[in-house]
């Protein structure tokens, strides 16, 4: 580094943190190079416990926005990312993922330059994450059923994250208004922008989230007939394939990612370039150009055969993953485990409905495809059961095939497929 | 009564009718999977199938033949409750149940009908009271796989599931567990669910007709007779999903 460059951030933190980065950048590094994992968290692990509120004294003084929800974290995470680009400015991100406090400490450190950080955060550390980061804008995109087992109830998160954003009146609240829950979680948040994103998955609110009455539904419109609670006025919209912004202007959003998600992942990203006086025009171009985000999305080439690779973790993210597969005759290969970040409980394979996948040809594979299989043949889907990728595109011969899988499914595929996107 | 229903029946297989109670509300665990695999396991054995899904902004049916309730959180569990409650006790589920159809009830479900379960904050709430349970909450939460050994009076084989709740269920005189805990929490005192007549109650998700097709079967005998076999053919996967699931508990206890 020159001399004549400003005096780097990471000189203003006390030599215990300073010592901390360090010794935990060191493990993220040896990490990396054990084929251990991208490095990410290990680094953050070990500063953490060299120094608890390692978060806190990374984060002073950056502008943090916290990306959470229950689907879209890590893509919207990068969308908000590109959209930002356009300040020119350095931008520390947990660009894979790594949404726990290990991994915001592990982006931040990695980057102690940047004064603005996009950081993804598992909804369920939200409310702690917030303190600690004493973020400048928090992101929440939905809620819906996932991790049962380790979330017990949704409505119990949405109540925290009520709570947590009370007490943050300095903090602007991007929010879906779409989602009840959402909606009803930023409720007594000070300064929120609204955003029209969408709700594909509806069978997690149809409870008033204030008091507990029948939610009705009105097309896009929802209120509860029995106390004040209904959909905010929107500021942003996302209307078919366009966004509205808040002048009125509408205009096509033209993404290389696929599918009405991400689609909503974007309106939301204007949004919040918005808040750092970023318009829809300006952060347009790089937000259209996000093409594979942490290998989803990720088209890759296999035994000359096409694989466009899709993670799906819960029956609203199924949903989404359904609607945008390619038509048949194109094969699809499902993927599903129940390790612990999966989620032990295969019980949401019923909350989705399989039976638009009749009529093509359909492999099931992962370390609960008996569940799946078992699932599809009360849907009446034919389908193989395989024990590989690498079986499936050889008993498919087909030049592209559709694989979608959960989370450690995914990573499983990804890691035969050679860390792919 | 109950007993009167099979004799009732015309010679050829009538339908049965399979009501959904509530799957806006009550439906957090895969609970769809209870009502296809009745649906599936009796028209394998060439039964009509009638299916009523009732949301809980409509009228429940009183002339079911079965009866599924599912799991929820707190909100649409006290909801569903209230509503149920509020059609009164000549109507719907209550008459249905009177008359002696099945109820097979899961979880929240499970809750509801017995005549107390704990309310956000633990207190007290109201149930049906379709059958002699009450429940409250424990200390902590039973979340896991589960298996069971059923009352042999029933004739089912061990059950399998996956248990999530906060709940701890008594039973009154009369009412017996449905099973034995071999793994997991179940009611918190050793027992499993809970029956009493046609009316069968259960923690277990997974969901639990379709890791126990003898269960699903149970309910279906109870409706309409002596069933035959499944062709072994189209119960191949659910055998090897079950089989899977009990081996991934460790060898089954000494019995």
Redesign the interface.
Known sequence: MSTSSPPSRRYSLPLRARLATTVGGAAGRASRLAGRGDGSVIGGVIGLRLKPDLLSLLARGRQVILVTGTNGKTTTTRLVTAALGAMGQQIASNAFGANMEAGLVAALAKAPDATLAVLEVDEKFMPAMLEKTGARVVVLLNLS?DQ??RA????MLARRWRAALAAAPGCRVIANADDPLVAWAAGQARQVTWVAAGQRWH??S????NC???LRRDGEDWYCGECPNRRPPVRWVLAGDEVIDPTGRSRPLDLALPGRANRSNAVIAFAVAEVFGISATQAMGAVQQVRSVAGRYTQVERNGCALRLLLAKNPAGWLEALDILVPPPVPVLLAVNAQTPDG????????VDYRRLRGRPVFVTGERK??L???L???EVAFRMVGSVDEAIDVARSKSMEVIANYTAFQQIRATLGRVG | MSEDLGRHRPSGPSAVRLVWVFP??L???????NL??LA?RARLRGLPVEIAEVN??QRVPADGDIYLLGGG????Q??AARRLAAAGPRVGLAAAAGRGAVIFAVCAGYQIIGTEFGGVEGEPVPGLGLIDIRSGRGER?G???ITADVDPALGVERLTG?E?HQGVTRRGPGVKPLATVVTGVGNGDGTEGAYSGRVVGTYL???AL?RNPGLADMLLGWVAGTLPPVDPRHED??L??RA?RLAAQGPPRAQ
């Open positions: 059923r049962m087992d017990a109830e949704i409505w069978d997690d149809w409870c008033c989230p507990g009455s029948h032990k409980d295969t019980s949401w394979l019923w909350d008996l569940d299989a078992v699932r043949e009360a849907d | 806006d509300l439906s957090t665990y895969g609970d769809r999977g296809l695999v599936r809980s902004d959180e707190d909100l649409p006290i909801l939460r979340v896991g796989e996956f999530n998700h997974g969901p379709v996967l659910v090897r999903l899977d």
